[in-house]
């Protein structure tokens, strides 16, 4: 659910062709949710967490590529079991790692995110990137973010009263930017959102938002090319 002016909730808009869905939740909620399970994934998806050593990550992964299935369900009507997701790399064009795609549909962007508990992903049309980060995480320090993001974007966010949170705002923003295909623009947005709210700025033929969950004491960005829509779990 989206923030208003002075944050309070305001109803959430119905995702339509033109409009993309993301939603933000924890490990535990979507694992709880009783229309997603790990029976869902497939094979190779299976494999994959069977590799992973730490349960805790093992869960993140898990719940975000559920959450991501459960996005694509309400964003095309079709049941959690139906969408055939994949990933290619489109470095070394391998399978099985890369961004993540939807077999079958290639109008419809998908994007998936987790970090220490929390998870986010995204559906839309076109190209579409989603990032969510705890709010309490810094990045840095102050020389690696230069040479990852503008100098300039890095200056004015350091500069900035609350330099830590603007800081974190500018990185997911980028990291968002970046799985929609749209890596090395500036992610100035001419001022950072307020907790509880929404900054969205538009970039190209690319829209960025982010936003903060206080709820969930998470921080997520979400860019395409049209409007998003934040949606519960």
Do not use: I, K, N
């Given at each position: 659910m989206t923030d208003g002016p002075e944050g309070e909730p305001e109803p959430e808009p119905?995702?339509?062709?033109?409009?993309?869905?993301?939603?933000?939740?924890t490990t535990p909620e979507v694992l709880a949710h009783p229309d997603l399970d790990e029976a869902l994934l497939a094979p190779w998806e299976r494999r994959r967490l069977a590799g992973i050593r730490l349960p805790s990550r093992r869960d993140d992964v898990l719940a975000a590529r559920l959450l991501l299935r459960l996005c694509v369900a309400r964003a095309t009507g079709l049941p959690p079991d139906t969408p055939a997701l994949a990933q290619r790399c489109p470095g070394c064009g391998g399978?099985?790692?890369?961004?993540?795609?939807?077999?079958?549909?290639?109008?419809?962007?998908?994007?998936?995110?987790?970090?220490?508990?929390?998870?986010?992903?995204?559906v839309g049309p076109g190209a579409i990137g989603v990032d969510v980060e705890p709010a309490t995480r810094r990045p840095g320090p102050l020389h690696v973010?230069?040479?990852?993001?503008p100098d300039a974007d890095v200056a004015e966010?350091?500069?900035?009263?609350?330099?830590?949170?603007a800081l974190l705002r500018l990185w997911v923003r980028a990291e968002a930017r970046l799985k929609a295909g749209q890596a090395g623009e500036s992610g100035r947005t001419g001022r950072t959102g307020r907790t509880g709210q929404t900054a969205q700025s538009a970039q190209g033929d690319i829209r960025l938002l982010d936003?903060?969950?206080?709820?969930?004491?998470?921080?997520?960005?979400?860019?395409?090319a049209t409007r998003v829509t934040i949606a519960s779990l």
């Open positions: 119905e995702p339509g062709p033109e409009t993309a869905l993301a939603v933000v939740a399978h099985g790692h890369g961004r993540p795609y939807l077999r079958g549909r290639p109008g419809v962007g998908v994007s998936l995110s987790h970090a220490d508990g929390l998870v986010a992903a995204a973010l230069r040479r990852l993001l966010a350091a500069a900035s009263p609350d330099a830590g949170p936003w903060t969950d206080r709820p969930r004491a998470a921080v997520a960005a979400a860019a395409c």
